[in-house]
């Protein structure tokens, strides 16, 4: 009777190999449905955690929550609040990785415990349009985790699935919608920045529910560029602009391509096929600089024990200013070679070696 849902309250007795299910599990079972054993006001009392498990159950298994249990977890919701954030991530995660996880959102969501776990999600409403001048960003924002689940690859494909923090992105990638939308002159709606904003919002909400750096870090910086490509789409991008691309997704370039082909919900097939085709387009554009300059690995052409004896300098802010340099040059205009680099890198000195006044020198 202390079990969380009557499909995990049944055992076999042991020696006797007896099936024992006092509340009726296996009916439970195979009509795919979460009921409590116990009154559900008195189980999530026990501990409502097992609140959030019937959203995760809902989403990995398929069931439905039971009419009063789920009417309890209405009621319930602010219980949640007492339990430790680590339980909370943790249950949170295994919803996202499961086969479903857009049904168990779903269940969060419309039980209220959302507003109290990942209270951005539900906040997505607050951006809808009562005049339909946007889409709906909640509804978008499901859409698009459902279609990055879909180009989630094998195991031996880049980017396997289940991956939590290609989910996760998806999911929070239009957060800042809310708190950037504004209803311009010509009847139109704007979200400036709101990739900026949400970016930080995501990273402010993982931090509270005691997500690893690395996670934060990912997720944040794919929303923060989850829009770069349109403007890739408005015109063509010089090889500098692929190269920068490139460079700031770093190992998350191959969740980005997932994510930003994700985030395309239009019903408008020509639209949809135009971004679509403009993608594969800047696939193909990187695949060929990659394999013409190594983008996974682009680095200046010198380093920074050659900037030092170049210049005559030792560490200090001077050789990352030079660095800072001779990497822009790098992005801008590809490989130079060492004696390229060294003339432009000694012209920049020339110019700028009064910033760093004060920088030690072998001379000194």
């Avoid at 439905?64 to 319930?76: C, I, Q, R, T």
């Avoid at 490509?229 to 190269?243: I, K, L, P, Q």
């Avoid at 200090?316 to 340099?325: E, P, S």
């Avoid at 060294?342 to 001379?363: D, M, S, V």
Wanted: include cysteine; charged fraction near 30%; glycine fraction near 8%.
């Amino acid at each position: 009777s202390r079990r969380d849902f009557t499909v995990n309250a049944m055992a076999i007795r042991l020696p006797q190999r007896e099936f024992v299910d006092p509340f009726g599990g296996l009916e439970d079972l195979a009509a795919g449905v979460l009921r409590t054993p116990i009154a559900p006001e008195k189980s999530f009392d026990d501990d409502p955690l097992r609140m959030m498990r019937a959203a995760r159950f809902a989403g990995q298994l398929g069931f439905d929550v039971e009419e009063s249990a789920f009417a309890a977890m209405v009621a319930m919701a602010d219980r949640i609040e007492i339990v430790s954030a680590e339980r909370v991530h943790d249950e949170l995660n295994k919803l996202m990785v499961s086969a479903d996880p857009v049904r168990g959102l779903g269940v969060l969501v419309d039980s209220g415990l959302a507003a109290r776990v990942i209270p951005e999600v539900p906040g997505m409403k607050e951006a809808t349009d009562e005049h339909k001048r946007h889409k709906d960003v909640y509804s978008h924002s499901l859409t698009v985790l459902q279609q990055a689940i879909d180009l989630e690859t094998g195991p031996d494909g880049a980017v396997p699935g289940p991956d939590l923090v290609l989910r996760l992105a998806a999911l929070l990638h239009d957060i800042g919608k809310p708190a950037t939308r504004k209803f311009e002159a010509n009847g139109s709606v704007s979200f400036h920045h709101h990739e900026l904003v949400g970016a930080k919002m995501a990273a402010k909400r993982m931090r509270a529910l005691k997500y690893d750096k690395e996670t934060i870090k990912a997720v944040s910086r794919l929303i923060e560029l989850h829009l770069r490509f349109h403007g890739y789409g408005e015109g063509a991008w010089t090889d500098s602009a692929v190269r920068r691309y490139v460079t700031d997704a770093g190992p998350l370039l191959e969740r980005l391509h997932r994510l930003t082909r994700a985030d395309c919900t239009t019903r408008n097939k020509a639209k949809a096929r135009k971004l679509s085709g403009a993608y594969d387009s800047l696939e193909e554009r990187i695949d060929v600089l990659a394999a013409e300059e190594e983008l996974a690995a682009i680095r200046p052409d010198l380093d920074g024990e050659q900037i030092m004896s170049i210049l005559g300098i030792k560490p200090g802010r001077a050789v990352g200013g030079a660095y800072k340099f001779l990497m822009e040059l790098r992005l801008d205009e590809g490989p130079l070679g060492e004696d390229a680099a060294r003339e432009r890198l000694l012209a920049w000195w020339g110019e700028h070696a009064g910033e760093f006044e004060g920088t030690r020198t072998y001379e000194n």
